[in-house]
């Protein structure tokens, strides 16, 4: 009798087991096949979710001037940040990829022409005496010298096309991820309930709600106070830029886009534009001098940008938004660099309430005693 008992326990124990993987098996591969047919729109969507909690607070000013009619609010939003954003953004990156198409066309012609460096480079401790040897070989024999650097060129030139090809696809998802915000707006109050319940299902009701609340606060706080800043202000070189005549300026904005994000001054941007301005001349001297106020005006935008868009300073420290702009470029283009800078706030965040929480228990007793 007692081997029997022991059998059918066993036999039970084994069924259980069986049904419990055999669910198990089936919930991993549900959810790995929902990833799957997920994972080419995941960054349209986190970028699209960043933007509608970014501008919610917006969407609800201008709703109750609409009599609270939220997918108008949204469709009006959605229009004004195509026409404010995303079309000078086209503009920019399309101005970058001529820039470069010409350089590449010249260079092919051999009608590139290179003046010669002047004495200076060559004082230059370490590289001087190298680069003033390429540069005047370049001024005086391109095509030789292109003929000796082909096979570097030609890297260099896929790698060119790659990273227009990758902007040329951010930009189009970027324009996706603004429609999709719009519709998260829409129906901006019960996708709110949802993250609240979602968030109290995994970690219960106080801290699913303060869970909520930190991303909300982290997303808007990067967001307007980082990559928002950042991002007008080069929007606003490179308008200046394109209105004076300077070439690349799509080079031009990405490079004032990343000294933003790293919070280092973008005049540093407009200084060799300013430059190249008065070099070559070609405005009469009223039109360079309007020119060089705006520019330096646009360089130091971020100071009246900072105040007006965000209150209060950003808490995740800067070198976490440097490396999460970094990293999402490197991994997804452009749009990775938005995506990164803010996710990786958030993770910051979340880790640092959990350890502060962690504290605050564990001193607890501590002070009972």
Not at 54 to 83: E, I, M
Not at 168 to 182: H, N, Q, R, T
């Amino acid at each position: 009798m007692e081997n029997n008992e022991l059998i059918a326990v066993e036999k039970r124990i084994v069924a259980k087991f069986l049904d419990m993987f055999i669910k198990f098996s089936l919930i991993l591969g549900l959810a790995s096949f929902c990833f799957t047919v997920f994972s080419p729109f995941m960054n349209l969507m986190l970028w699209a979710l960043i933007l509608a909690v970014t501008l919610y607070p917006l969407h609800q000013r201008f709703a109750k001037r609409l009599n609270d009619k939220q997918g108008k609010t949204a469709t009006l939003l959605v229009l004004l940040g195509l026409l404010l954003l995303v079309v000078p953004t086209i503009a920019m990156v399309s101005s970058m990829g001529d820039s470069i198409s010409n350089l590449i066309e010249r260079v092919n012609n051999n009608t590139l022409e290179i003046p010669p460096p002047s004495a200076n480079i060559a004082t230059i401790p370490l590289v001087g005496e190298k680069l003033n040897a390429v540069w005047l070989k370049a001024s005086t024999d391109l095509p030789s010298l292109i003929k000796s650097l082909q096979p570097q060129l030609g890297d260099a030139t896929k790698k060119v096309i790659g990273t227009l090809a990758s902007m040329s696809g951010s930009l189009l998802m970027s324009i996706f991820s603004f429609i999709v915000a719009g519709i998260i707006m829409a129906y901006g109050r019960a996708g709110a309930n949802s993250a609240d319940r979602i968030a109290t299902r995994i970690i219960g009701a106080e801290r699913g709600l303060k869970l909520t609340a930190l991303c909300t606060a982290t997303i808007r706080a990067v967001a307007l106070g980082v990559i928002g800043v950042a991002f007008i202000q080069a929007l606003l070189v490179g308008i200046i830029m394109t209105f004076a005549g300077i070439p690349a300026v799509g080079i031009f904005f990405i490079i004032a886009l990343i000294l933003g994000i790293a919070q280092i001054p973008v005049i540093l941007v407009t200084i060799p534009a300013i430059a190249y301005m008065w070099m070559t001349g070609d405005h009469g001297t009223a039109l360079n001098i309007v020119f060089t106020i705006l520019l330096i005006v646009a360089g130091m935008a971020d100071n009246v940008l900072k105040p007006l868009l965000l209150g209060r300073g950003v808490d995740a420290p800067m070198p976490v938004v440097l490396i999460g702009a970094l990293g999402g470029m490197a991994a997804s283009g452009i749009l990775g660099m938005f995506i990164g800078a803010t996710l990786l706030s958030i993770g910051y965040r979340i880790f640092m309430a959990w350890v502060d929480d962690g504290l605050a228990e564990t001193s607890e007793p501590n002070d009972h005693q």
